[in-house]
């Protein structure tokens, strides 16, 4: 009977687990479905991806809305189409609230569909990065906000549904498999029952 509570108990702790982790791979984009991407930027009727990188704590990771930490960042610019590639386009980082220009890139045709550059950004706070379509002496400008230092403003919701996950399972594992820990635990709810 305590077996089966037991393999019971460990499928449903590994179904919670799973399901904790399976939308993950839409946060990595700020919790929102490729359509409602915030790392998308709609520069009039075209559309600019913007990633972040920072290979020295993340590797190949990408964020968009939060990074994590102040240092050297890998900022990619991705063309959505192929339009975008035979107009003047110029990119610009600046430091929020005061729009301090933090980078620059003088508008430019870009053949290749993509803009990177390696920056080092070194106070954390909101940012501003910038994309300004220049086409036959009109300008359209777009931008998408993120900050920079994220990691100290605490844990990410993901990570703190994922430790949530473990600590209910190894509560659930332990009380299933521990006859003093379970009789610890039945004696508590007892008491919160009688009072």
Known sequence: MRTSNFIRGGLLVITLFLAALAPSASWAHGGA??????????????????????????????????????????????YEGKALREMTVEFEITK??????VFYQPPTKNPKGTYNTQLNLTE???????????????KVDAHVPFKVGASASGMSTTTFIVIAVILIAVGYILYLSNPAFQAIVDKLLKKKKAA
């Not at 929020?96 to 220009?101: D, N």
């Not at 954390?124 to 009109?138: C, D, I, K, R």
Request: charged share 15%.
């Open 96 to 101: 929020e609230p005061a729009g301090t220009r």
């Open 33 to 78: 479905s490729v359509e409602a991407d915030k790392c998308r930027i709609n520069v009039g009727p075209h559309l600019v991806h913007f990633t972040a990188y920072q290979p020295q704590i993340g590797g190949t990771t990408e964020y968009c809305n939060d990074i994590p930490e102040v240092g050297p960042v890998t900022i990619v610019f991705d």
């Open 124 to 138: 954390s706070g909101p940012y501003l990065a910038h994309v300004t379509l220049v086409n036959e002496g009109q």
